[in-house]
């Protein structure tokens, strides 16, 4: 049956780093495009990163172009996002999801797989 795992989340200073990883299991992890979202409370749901099937491109949100990064390992059936120099701003529940698309897309209707999210929060 499918999995579909975060983890990385914690609590960090202004500044500081984080990596997190998004792993699946009972699926062809190279057939989705993977997104990754974030919700702070009181807040709707936005898009921070996503990556195609092939892993050749990406897309980011203004608020993280620079300081973010989105990688996938096919090989090992798992997504990674790396942030670097977090702010306040970036506390939130981060998600990762699958959609079976070839590029990213940005529409939450297109994504068929969530995970549970893993909480990030960036406070001194």
């Known amino acids: 049956q499918l999995q579909l795992v975060e983890s990385g989340g914690g609590l960090v200073q202004p500044g500081g780093s984080l990596r997190l990883s998004c792993a699946a299991s009972?699926?062809?992890?190279?057939?989705?495009?993977i997104g990754w979202f974030r919700q702070a409370p009181g807040k709707e749901r936005e898009g921070v990163s996503c990556?195609?099937?092939?892993?050749?491109?990406?897309n980011y949100a203004d608020s993280v172009k620079g300081r973010f990064t989105v990688s996938r390992d096919n090989a090992k059936n798992t997504v990674y996002l790396q942030m670097n120099s977090l702010k306040p701003e970036d506390t939130a529940v981060y998600y990762c999801?699958?959609?079976?698309?070839?590029?990213?897309?940005?529409?939450?209707?297109?994504?068929?797989?969530w995970g549970q999210g893993t909480q990030v929060t960036v406070s001194s």
């Open positions: 990556i195609n099937r092939s892993g050749d491109n990406t």
């Open positions: 009972g699926l062809t992890w190279r057939f989705y495009a």
């Open positions: 999801a699958l959609a079976p698309s070839n590029g990213c897309t940005w529409r939450l209707q297109d994504y068929n797989y």
